[in-house]
């Protein structure tokens, strides 16, 4: 589609002829917000099948930007991994206040990949669910991309995911159609943490230009994300983040447990120069997300763990996010209008079919009602209609006060909890002391402990010392007494051994 086309198309969508939505869908939740408009989870009123509902003011600055998100919608949606549009709706307001648009798109009721993240054992996805999102995506962008569209807003609030783990890409509030001549985007739109250092740089210089391959960057950034739990840098105010991304080297993952093929694959998206980029198609067949094995196993581990993830989940609790924030749904009137722009594709499942009969009865009841009168029955319907709207709003009250009550309890609980987490310090403190006061006096009895033993020891020592000596001096006086006798002993013997033999040897001469 050229750039002319498109004007056309846009220049061909009439905001104020769409049909109004009451009595066809009913607002069940908030679960956040779009780029232009809050997100409801909404249901058909007919078949109670649920959809995703992007409710958006219609205000004569952002009525382009809004026609120009239905014709992306409208003309792209129609791939497995990009979220399906299924028509769109107009609430009238009184004179004075702006229309609410309602966009119907398909709804993914496992919640976003940063949920996903939030809520997996360590903040982290394992690395063959990151390759199979990884590839889903790409696969998503090359449809994009194909047709010369940036979708300029890749994160993992806006990859979606099915109960059936299904990977939606979402939010095409800030996509923007490329001129085939040119092939260049040159305006500042993204999410900071995982905007492209080339699309920072247009706010910076008015000359500087990007093109498709800045969706690739963000997507390195989300395998990042679903890596270690939160984008680099998402620690630091957005605007500092802003200033560092173009200057920094490219960020790399921390952990040393990934494979190389996964590092390659982050390695070759995150190239700051956009000019020696990947494409889309050469990322599919990287050897991460082409080698990606057994993906029917996967796909059956992955769901299991959404299964596991929505029965622990709070009843209370959004169902996902778009961006995180979560309001009080608006007031809505009750004017009705004409046909909706629902998209005719074949293939499309129940709801899109009932949309499509629910318009040709209106159109069929319109014409027999033009050409037989029918006052009563245009009475019946209006008692019903009115009746329907009064249903809503009572259920939308009721919803309401559900939400003010959740709101105060989670208050209270918090409350209890902060008040218990100081009694609890408090408590530490004071047994810190008293803990501190034990061991200084156990620290000084062991001292003088230590001091008795070295003295009880020296004083052993010094006894021991006095009887080695004792016992030294009686050995060396003993055995020398014994000695002098025993040779005083002999010396009496020989004497008179001596006087003996001269007294026989004189008798023996006489």
């Known amino acids: 589609m ?31 917000n779009g780029t232009y408009g809050q997100v409801y989870k909404g249901r058909h009123v007919k078949t109670g099948q649920l959809a995703a509902i992007k409710v958006m003011e219609v205000t004569e600055e952002e009525e382009e930007e809004i026609k120009l998100e239905i ?14 549009y299924y028509g769109a709706f107009i609430k009238k307001s009184p004179a004075g206040q702006d229309h609410q648009l309602w966009l119907v798109m398909e709804y993914c009721g496992a919640g976003s990949v940063t949920d996903l993240v939030k809520k997996t054992k360590g903040n982290c996805l394992k690395e063959d669910w990151i390759a199979y999102i990884c590839r889903e995506v790409l696969r998503g962008l090359s449809h994009l991309h194909s047709h010369h569209v940036i979708h300029r807003d890749i994160k993992g609030q806006n990859v979606l995911l099915t109960e059936n783990a299904e990977v939606k890409l979402v939010d095409f509030g800030v996509s923007a159609q490329l001129d085939k001549t040119i092939g260049r985007r040159n305006t500042f739109i993204g999410t900071p943490y995982w905007m492209a250092p080339e699309v920072i740089a247009c706010d910076e210089n008015p000359d500087a230009a990007y093109d498709y391959r800045s969706d690739l960057w963000s ?30 080297p490219p960020p790399k993952l921390k952990s040393k447990k990934w494979s190389k093929r996964f590092l390659s694959f982050t390695d070759s998206c995150l190239v700051k120069n956009h000019l020696h980029r990947p494409n889309t198609d050469t990322l ?16 059956i581990m992955l769901k299991d763990h959404l299964d596991r993830t929505r029965k622990k989940k709070e009843k209370e609790g959004p169902e996902y996010e778009y961006s ?12 009705e209008g004409e046909p909706s722009s629902i998209v005719n594709v074949p293939g499309e499942w129940t709801l899109r079919r009932e949309f499509l009969r629910l318009q040709t009865e209106d159109r069929d009841g319109g014409r027999e009602g033009g050409q ?27 919803l309401l006060a559900d939400r003010q009550k959740r709101i105060q309890q989670q208050h209270e609980q918090r409350q209890k909890l902060e008040d218990q987490q100081r009694r609890q310090l408090a408590d530490c403190a004071f047994q810190w002391a008293e803990l ?10 062991l001292q003088d402990n230590r001091i008795l033993l070295e003295e009880r020891n020296r004083r052993s020592d010094r006894r021991q010392e006095q009887a080695d000596r004792q016992r030294s001096a009686d050995v060396s006086v003993r055995p ?17 051994a001596e006087h003996t033999i001269f007294i026989y040897n004189l008798k023996q001469f006489l």
């Open 324 to 335: 995180g924030s979560d309001e009080d749904d608006e007031e809505v009137t009750e004017e």
């Open 480 to 496: 020398l007494d014994s000695t002098a006798e025993q040779i005083l002993r002999n010396l009496g013997v020989l004497k008179a």
């Open 372 to 398: 037989g009168g029918g006052g009563g029955q245009r009475q019946q319907a209006l008692q019903q209609h009115r009746q329907q709207l009064a249903e809503q709003e009572r259920y939308k009250q009721q």
């Open 436 to 445: 501190q006061e034990v061991l200084l006096g156990e620290e000084s009895d």
């Open 219 to 248: 997507l390195g950034i989300t395998a990042l994300e679903m890596a270690e739990g939160a984008p680099p840098l998402c620690d630091m105010h957005p605007m500092r983040a802003l200033f560092l991304i173009p200057r920094n």
């Open 71 to 84: 014709n992306m919608l409208k003309s792209y949606s129609h791939h497995r991994n990009i979220a399906t």
């Open 284 to 299: 599919l067949r990287h050897a991460f997300i082409r080698d990606l094995a057994n993906e029917r196993q996967v796909r």
């Open 2 to 32: 050229s750039r002319e086309n498109t004007t056309r198309s846009l220049d061909s969508i009439d905001l104020a002829a769409l049909r109004d939505p009451a009595g066809i869908f009913e607002l069940v939740e908030v679960v956040g």
